[in-house]
């Protein structure tokens, strides 16, 4: 019996349990570990944030669901990895494993901003949605400036897109709009560049959005410093605000950091595989590993990994797994990369869709690159947080009737067979 340790419980590292027992059965053991004790919906915190609904309903208890779908839940912080022994180190005790799956997610880096996530709020953790919402109802008395946007380094824009509008569109609610000026500062070359660049109308949409709603832009942003009511950005302007919302930098997790494992910003370096390339028994998923920037722009931004991304590299690493324990007479796959994500701005939204978000080989289109406009976007993004919670309650992780439904109305896929591949960077690490 071999035993297979996943680290982190967020939307990747659950579903990957999920999937390793099935996969699985009962003949290895699969131990989860996490530092809290309940899953989190993270796309939804946006609402949480801006009140719409309540923390509670985007959580679902680990203890519970892991001793219905027979995983063996550990609650604790990850200290280091000893990869050459395959050992993780808690506080209070020490696991041995067979197969390790890193699926932390990222840490925010917010001290490279001086003043990041003091004067401002963010929306990447429960507790900042939280205090972001507490802030958010002190503001609504007394409305003033609003500033939103991402800073320097930043790899995931879709919630401050939707923050930007979902804000907009309550402060409309609330009778407030023409009391407030809103302004949304990014590093983006462009609006609607998301990070990735190439959607067709993608930028279009946006950008007539924003002019309907009449907020103000700053692209090539490069915020230097957060001061009590005013953002400094690097080319002398400054911004006041009575509230903001600014999307932090990632780095990768410390315990990666500490064991040697990740590159100069502590991400993983992978294999197609999604194994790391010096300790073949460690695989990454998620926000955790390192896909590297697809151009180089004037401000630097990461690239995003979206929910469906993550989805994708967990049913890889859980299939290559199964395969490497001879459970599945199969040969290993890579994950698609093909991205999918629902924004909601409340009486509308934006679908965008790229697949795949980095081209197999240097120069080549993607095989989809485009954004679709209309409230059923809003409608759409609502029922799939409600499925998204069904799913961690009833032991899923990605059915193949979600599967046939993104291949038939999107034309997307999840994983495909590995096969030779020339990255831009031409090095044996994860550059699909």
């Keep these: 019996m071999a035993r297979v340790v996943v680290l982190g419980a967020g939307i990747g590292g659950l579903p990957t349990a999920y999937e390793l027992r099935h996969r699985l059965g009962d003949r290895h053991q699969v131990v989860l570990v996490s530092d809290v004790d309940r899953f989190t919906f993270i796309p939804g915190l946006v609402a949480v944030a801006l009140g719409h609904h309540s923390l509670e309903r985007l959580q679902v208890p680990l203890g519970i669901v892991s001793r219905r779908h027979g995983l063996q839940w550990v609650q604790g912080k990850v ?14 005790q020490t696991l041995d494993y067979d197969y390790l799956v890193i699926a932390t997610g990222a840490e925010l880096a917010l001290d490279l901003i001086p003043g990041l996530g003091v004067h401002s709020h963010s929306v990447c953790t429960p507790a900042h949605a939280v205090a972001a919402h507490r802030a958010w109802q002190a503001f609504l008395k007394d409305p003033k400036d609003l ?7 930043a790899s995931c824009f879709g919630p401050a897109y939707e923050f930007l509008f979902l804000a907009e569109y309550a402060l409309r609610r609330h009778r407030l709009r023409d009391r407030v000026k809103i302004t949304f500062i990014t590093p983006e070359p462009y609006i609607g560049h998301l990070g990735i660049g190439g959607l067709a109308n993608s930028d279009q949409l946006t950008l007539d959005l924003i002019a309907q709603r009449g907020i ?8 230097t410093a957060i001061e009590p009511h005013r953002i400094l950005l690097r080319d002398g302007r400054v911004i006041p605000f009575g509230y903001s919302m600014i999307l932090p930098p990632f780095r990768g997790p410390a315990f990666v950091r500490a064991s040697g494992l990740g590159n100069e910003k502590g991400f993983l370096p992978l294999l197609p595989t999604l194994q790391h390339p010096d300790y073949p028994e460690i695989y990454g998923v998620g926000i955790s590993v390192h896909l590297p920037p697809i151009e180089v722009t004037p401000v630097p931004m990461g690239l995003p990994k979206t929910g469906q991304m993550t989805e994708e590299m967990a049913m890889a690493a859980s299939h290559n797994i199964a395969v490497a324990l001879g459970e599945l007479a199969a040969e290993p796959v890579v994950p698609t990369l093909d991205a999918l994500c629902f924004a909601d701005f409340g009486d509308t939204g934006i679908a965008y869709i790229a697949a795949p978000v980095i081209p197999e080989t240097l ?6 690159a485009y954004a679709i406009q209309g409230l059923w976007v809003s409608w759409v993004k ?4 409600r499925y998204f919670l069904l799913k961690m309650r009833w032991g899923l992780s990605v059915p193949w009737f979600e599967q046939w439904g993104l291949r038939l109305f999107f034309g997307l896929s999840l994983v495909r067979p590995l096969q030779p591949t020339v990255f831009p960077e031409q090095q044996p690490t994860m550059k699909v």
């Excluded at 609502?382 to 947080?385: D, K, L």
């Design 147 to 153: 500033v939103v946007g991402a800073a320097p380094g």
């Design 79 to 92: 200290q280091q990895i000893d990869p050459k022994a395959k050992k993780v180190y808690l506080p209070e």
């Design 216 to 223: 103000e832009t700053i692209t090539n942003a490069e915020i």
């Design 382 to 385: 609502a029922a799939f947080e």
């Design 363 to 368: 120069g080549q289109k993607r095989r989809l």
